[in-house]
């Protein structure tokens, strides 16, 4: 196959489109996903009011 | 700082010193006269002098309590001092060189001294030396606090911390000797820019174990942009500097780029340095400090999800927009044009769920200059995101192209966004490092914010209107078809402005130091904060609450 300039040009100009769509609904799905909603909820809090030493078991 | 590490640590860091000191010697041999040698010096100088501190307290008692009982939080100290210490630096260079545009002697006539070898002292002092040692600082604070678990190595820290000093050491001492790759924000050569890939792969790896350590099951959002960050800043500084020395003894290299490409690559870094050092890391600080600060957890955690990943794969394609009207293709300024518009919905999204946080807190920011500095950097955010949207496209960029604008637009987002974020992040850390109740002094914070208010707008519309009189002259024809105004005439226009703009400076650089002098009395005086289990982060007493 010809790896010509236009080639590459043709290539981005499309398939450079389409991957960023689908990343762009992959990362909706990630944050709208009603499955996300208990861990997104707890990781807002979860900054605040707490004890300044780590986490022991 | 030493009373944390185990003696065994204590050879490490030893020897550690010893072979950067002796990768200096080896420098100053192979580079006899050139800068090469003199940098050999400064590198033998720096890992002497630590290996020194290091031996004044070899045998010094070791750790006997259980470390991992508590954060680890000497590297930030020294970061947090060390950010200051550069900004007051990086910030007089600032404003020495604005005031050389004014008035042109001020360079007393030697060589070191002129304008091309101070301006990149100011931008490393205070993107690399402020910056970068804040980030690094707050990202060690935060990766702790968040993933509730101790940074993942003793001397790594260290290591990370001291390793990027000594790269900014080198670039700034080498500007001064003539040294430059002649490439914006890069212009330090080629032995300082692997010994940051060294620095920063460390940082990465430190900073990818801790969060493998940690003890909450969702990684909060400001490491994201923390990881974000190191990343990206690890690819753009190795594929922009590759580069060939003219030979292992000599300071000047040549890049591998040729013509076009390198333009591209240039600005594919350039525009992303301000994307993942100057944004993303510090949207990091946002994320975690603002929330804390106002006792309020962030408005919308999905949204800053979404903005992320926008902010992260748009900024990538910006870079072109540098190159408009350049022997770049067509299509690629347009495609750069394009991602710069489009940054412009997660730019506002963060903005917008900053200023949504603080919905209901309003109080606390009428009465809280440190929540105020964190308020006005997320509004500053939204307008020179807007600005640099706008000015991405074609045809305004003709106009603001090589202009003043351009100069006022970085200057909207370096003082208004990414210093006063600094400034509120570490007016709440500071406090809550050194266990103290509040910062020394409350007011002297409500100076440090009006000072940088004042000097941000002074200085942004000297530049702005500047800037505009500039590009309207410039294209500005007669009649019969002839440029209207000859470049000294547009010089001459601009002679106020320059004189606002180094007062603007100026009084930002006042505010670094009043915020300095703050930051030393707390450390000296403020009172010991009661011993409390809960809340890092303790706000200034606020009035009527």
Partial sequence: MDFSHETLVAFSKSWGLFYMMAFFLCVCVYAFLPRNRKRFDRAKHSILERDDTPWRT | ?545
């Avoid at chain 2, 301006?119 to 490393?124: I, L």
């Avoid at chain 2, 050092?277 to 955690?301: C, D, Q």
């Avoid at chain 2, 320059?498 to 930002?508: E, K, M, N, S, V």
């Fill in chain 2, 1 to 545: 700082m030493l009373a944390n590490l185990t003696s065994l640590e204590r050879q490490y860091a030893l020897m550690l010193a010893g072979a950067v000191a002796l990768a200096g010697l080896a420098m100053a041999v192979v580079g006899r006269s050139d800068v090469l040698g003199v940098h050999g010096v400064i590198v033998m100088v720096f890992g002497g002098g630590l290996a020194w501190l290091v031996m004044a307290s070899f045998y010094g008692p070791e750790p006997t309590d259980d470390r991992t009982a508590a954060y680890y939080d000497d590297p930030i100290k020294v970061g947090i001092v060390l950010s200051m210490a550069w900004a007051v630096f990086g910030m007089f260079m600032g404003v020495w060189v604005a005031a050389l545009l004014a008035w042109p002697d001020l360079a007393f006539d030697a060589a070191w001294s002129t304008f091309g070898r101070l301006r990149p002292t100011h931008t490393t002092g205070v993107i690399f030396g402020f910056g970068g040692n804040a980030l690094i600082a707050t990202s060690f604070h935060v990766v702790q606090r968040t993933s509730r678990a101790r940074l993942a190595g003793q001397l790594s820290p260290w290591f990370v911390l001291l390793g990027f000093n000594l790269f900014c050491l080198l670039a700034v001492s080498g500007y001064l000797l003539g040294v430059t790759q002649s490439k914006e924000y890069a212009e330090a050569e080629w032995y300082a820019d692997l010994w940051l890939v060294i620095v920063w792969v460390t940082y990465f790896v430190l900073y990818i174990a801790t969060i493998a350590r940690r003890k909450e099951p969702h990684i909060y959002v400001a490491n994201w942009y923390f990881m974000a960050f190191i990343l990206v800043v690890a690819i753009l500084h190795i594929v922009n500097n590759l580069a060939v020395p003219i030979s292992w003894g000599q300071a000047k290299s040549y890049t591998i780029w040729p013509g076009v490409q390198d333009a591209m690559v240039q600005w594919w870094y350039g525009h992303n340095a301000v994307a993942f050092f100057l944004t993303a890391g510090f949207l990091g600080m946002l994320y975690y400090y603002l929330p804390v600060r106002a006792k309020r957890p962030i408005f919308s955690y999905r949204l800053s999800i979404l903005s992320f990943w926008g902010i992260t794969f748009f900024y990538m394609w910006a870079g072109s927009h540098h190159l408009h009207y350049t022997a770049l293709p067509h299509w690629v300024q347009t495609l750069g044009m394009t991602f710069s518009v489009m940054l412009l919905v997660p730019s506002w999204a963060s903005a917008g769920n900053a200023l949504l946080t603080l919905n209901g807190a309003w109080h606390r920011v009428r009465d809280d200059a440190t929540l105020r500095f964190m308020m006005a950097a997320a509004v500053f955010y939204g307008l020179s995101t807007f600005e640099g949207s706008f000015m991405a496209i074609r045809p305004v960029n003709a106009l603001s192209h090589y202009t003043d604008w351009t100069v006022g637009h970085v200057h909207a987002g370096a003082l208004g966004w990414v210093a006063l974020i600094t400034f509120g992040s570490l007016y709440t850390l500071v406090p809550s490092l050194w266990k103290r109740e509040r910062m020394y002094s409350a007011t002297l914070v409500e100076v440090h914010f009006w000072l940088a208010i004042a000097g941000t707008v002074i200085y942004v519309f000297a530049m702005w209107n500047s800037g505009i009189i500039q590009g309207l002259m410039w294209r500005t024809y007669t009649q019969e078809g002839a440029l209207a105004y000859s470049f000294v005439d547009s010089l001459v226009a601009m002679y106020p402005y320059y004189i606002a703009r180094a007062f603007g400076g100026l009084l930002f650089l006042i505010g670094a130091i009043v915020g300095c002098y703050n930051i030393w009395m707390t450390v000296r005086a403020a009172p010991l904060a009661a011993l409390r289990s809960d809340a890092p982060v303790q706000p200034a007493a606020v009035p009527g609450e």
